[in-house]
């Protein structure tokens, strides 16, 4: 009986292993997802599809909680003209995308996603209006949602509220969850729990050894939001795990590029 419950361990760690090792090798994340060159809006299921079709190592989306306690996707505070956090999300559905669809909850947009294993998906947990205590609340139904689904290999985290990633941290303990704000050094963000930094690329410019001491300590880097080839081959060059763009073509086309170049 014993050696009959090692095997089920062992083939369920291989598995996950396996699962995981799917997802793409590159450092394309597409900001919101594929949609300028692509046409789509921003933070829609199109966007979405659009870059796991590309081929996207990530897709960044934005998440909210409504006056009825509903995730839902998008960027800004408003979804053409309703506030989000004081609308229901019945009201929100009488809004719509050009493209026709209606606003997106973190639940169908997980669930998407997790139709594959080659893109992952980068989850920002918005700072709510309403203050810190809306927040923590949005951030413990956001791990909760993800825990529910199963979707914890898909998902890493990103955040502007320092304390929403410590709380992110405290939930589950094995979850990527990387800093964006930019007022914290690689250290202080280690402390606290968080895998990675995510800042804006001027902070890298103006701190240039915050990427090699981030490393150092474990800590991956990204940058966002480079939209200019010159940006991208200074970031590539300093080894950075990734680059979030609204060009991801682009970036593939310059990797592609410096592949050649190398070969």
Not at 119 to 135: M, R, S, V
């Amino acid at each position: 009986m014993k050696n009959h419950i090692f095997l089920a361990i062992i083939i369920c760690v291989a598995t996950s292993t396996q699962v995981m090792g799917q997802f793409n090798k590159n450092v394309v994340i597409a900001h919101r997802g594929a949609w300028k060159e692509a046409g789509n809006p921003q933070n829609s299921i199109a966007s979405l599809d659009a870059a796991i079709t590309l081929g996207c190592h990530g897709s960044e989306f934005d998440v909210h909680l409504t006056k009825d306690n509903i995730l839902v996707v998008n960027h800004d505070p408003e979804f053409y003209g309703l506030e989000i956090e004081t609308s229901t999300y019945k009201e929100l559905l009488k809004k719509e995308h050009p493209n026709g669809e209606k606003i997106p909850t973190a639940e169908a947009y997980l669930k998407e996603g997790m139709k594959q294993d080659k893109t992952k998906l980068i989850f920002e947990i918005k700072t709510a209006k309403a203050g810190k205590d809306q927040t923590l609340k949005l951030t413990k139904m956001s791990v909760d949602l993800v825990h529910k689904l199963g979707a914890q290999q898909w998902v890493e985290y990103i955040c502007f509220d320092f304390d929403a990633g410590k709380y992110v941290h405290e939930l589950d303990p094995n979850a990527q969850v990387a800093y964006l704000n930019g007022d914290k050094t690689p250290e202080e963000a280690k402390e606290a729990g968080y895998t990675g930094l995510d800042y804006h690329f001027s902070v890298y410019e103006k701190n240039p050894q915050w990427i090699k001491k981030a490393h150092h300590i474990g800590l991956s880097i990204n940058a966002w939001t480079v939209n200019s080839p010159e940006v991208m081959k200074n970031l590539l060059d300093q080894h950075v795990e990734y680059i979030t763009t609204n060009e991801p073509e682009m970036l593939f086309k310059l990797l592609a590029k410096r592949k050649k170049t190398e070969n």
